[in-house]
């Protein structure tokens, strides 16, 4: 049995999908107006994980992941940078496209965009003009919220209370300060389609509802997102998406937590970010998907190079036990009874802990006692070069074990250069060239070499032994 925390019930639940043995699965998609940070590298993972377990436990999950394409802030990068919305918007889904390949992230079953669903959108709204749930106001469509009396019950809070707060803008011409955009009128110059009320563009929250419910139906079993799309994104999205159909929207709301960097949010408007681009070039994405399921999803994540790297410690740790196969087998075997490893006992608490609302920071501590025990024993089996039978099969299963399990996580388990490689590599053999350059007396040429990397900041030093690159002078 799978359970579940469920943002709505606000506790975790007993996972029974609609269909048996099938899973509906949406999650929200980035805005696509610049390169992804690693707030959309720890969502993507999370729901990956989830979603790879399921599949593991047997199930056939069906996977939208939608790209807002059309937005307020990809309108004004386009403008900054005196391209078009849609160049902007096709740039940075291949970005986020070979982010995710790279991450090792799972094709969604489908990837719609907001573009191409445009007249799924103006039927959904269309629907809730008819049935009384939103109004027309001079090319606009505002969804009226007084008129859902759950408003309210995935945030937890309560219409009075954020009436009390909120303000109607200048410009905008809502009759309640709660009440959303379902459609918005284009000014001269921004993208626009045609629909009933104006040449115009659709509101936010709309297109997950409406493309969720193209994708998987007027109820899907499982929504998730950020914790900060709680309110008001999946809070609208549920207003509109009941209002329209009737029916229960989603069953199972997930959030993952935020990550943080020096105790606030890392977020764009923030600037405290950093891009997965930026990240993969000193880490390999094995080690940034260790490090982001090294706690559990729904717990804020510090981020700091300092954890990154004590993750690829960690990491490696396990790594290295996985290479120990052939030492392992190579140890002369003897005939008595000895005290293998209890692998399943850990292979029982790790499917215990993942079954358990996806605990892989608990899951994961179970494949480091398993490490632990096994060198010791491994180590032990190497010193004295004997091991019995049943020593050694426990000590390869528990490797095969965890090689499986670190699979079905999503880990590549590849020996994969990180562009810090790269750049050693090159730095020798731009070394080796300028050897041989010194060798045949080019010795202007071999200088220019020395003095061009000195300028890069990479010092050569001629030792006895050979040449040394020293970095940052
Ligand atoms: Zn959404």
Redesign the pocket.
């Known amino acids: 049995m799978i359970k579940v925390y469920n943002t709505l019930a606000e506790k975790k639940e007993e996972f029974i999908p609609l269909e048996k043995n099938r899973i509906k699965m949406y999650v929200?998609g980035p805005t696509v107006y610049d390169d992804a940070h690693i707030g959309h590298a720890r969502s993507a993972i999370v729901f990956d994980v989830i979603r790879r377990w399921f599949e593991h436990r047997g199930y056939e999950v069906t996977f939208v992941r939608n790209y807002t394409d059309v937005d307020d802030k990809i309108i004004k990068r386009a403008n900054e940078k005196g391209v078009t919305w849609k160049e902007v918007a096709e740039k940075y889904i291949k970005s986020f496209e070979e982010d995710m390949k790279a991450l090792n992230v799972k094709e969604p079953t489908v990837k719609p965009k907001v573009t191409e669903h445009i007249s799924e959108i103006i039927e959904m709204v269309k629907g809730l003009i008819e049935k009384g749930h939103a109004y027309e106001a001079d090319g606009d469509v505002y969804f009226a919220v007084e008129t859902f009396p759950e408003y309210g019950k995935l945030s937890k809070r309560k219409i009075d209370e954020l009436m009390a707060g909120a303000r109607i803008a200048p410009e905008e011409k809502k009759r309640n300060p709660l009440d959303f955009a379902l459609w918005k009128k284009s000014k001269e110059g921004e993208p626009a389609w045609d629909s009933p009320w104006s040449k115009g563009r659709p509101g936010w929250h709309i297109e997950?509802s409406a493309m969720s419910m193209k994708y998987l139906g007027e109820t899907m079993d499982i929504h998730g997102?950020g914790l900060d799309?709680i309110f008001p994104?999946h809070e609208n999205?549920i207003a509109q998406s009941e209002s329209y159909t009737g029916k229960t929207f989603v069953r199972y709301w997930m959030h993952n937590g935020f990550v943080m960097v020096n105790s606030e949010k890392m977020s764009k408007s923030l600037g405290n970010f950093f891009t997965i681009k930026e990240i993969l070039e000193k880490f390999s994405p094995d080690v940034l998907r260790f490090f982001l399921i090294s706690t559990h999803y729904r717990s804020p994540i510090d981020f700091s190079f300092e954890r990154l790297r004590e993750a690829k410690a960690a990491f490696e740790r396990i790594k290295n036990f996985l290479n120990t196969r052939t030492i392992i087998e190579n140890i002369p075997q003897i005939d008595s009874e000895g005290s293998p490893i209890d692998v399943e006992k850990y292979i029982n608490s790790f499917n215990e802990a993942m079954d358990d609302d996806f605990n892989t920071a608990k899951a994961l501590g179970v494949l480091f006692e398993m490490v632990k025990e096994a060198n010791i024993l491994k180590d032990r089996a190497v010193k004295e070069q004997k091991i019995s039978l049943n020593e050694k099969e426990s000590l390869l299963k528990a490797a095969a074990f965890i090689k499986a399990t670190m699979k079905t996580l999503g880990f590549k388990l590849k020996e994969e250069r990180t562009a810090n490689d790269m750049e050693d590599k090159l730095i020798k053999l731009l070394i080796d060239i300028r050897q041989k350059l010194r060798k045949e007396k080019n010795f202007k040429l071999a200088d220019e070499i020395r003095d061009e990397l000195k300028e890069m900041g990479i010092v050569l030093e001629d030792l006895p032994g050979g040449t040394v690159y020293r970095k940052g002078d």
């Open positions: 929200c997950c997102g799309l994104h999205e």
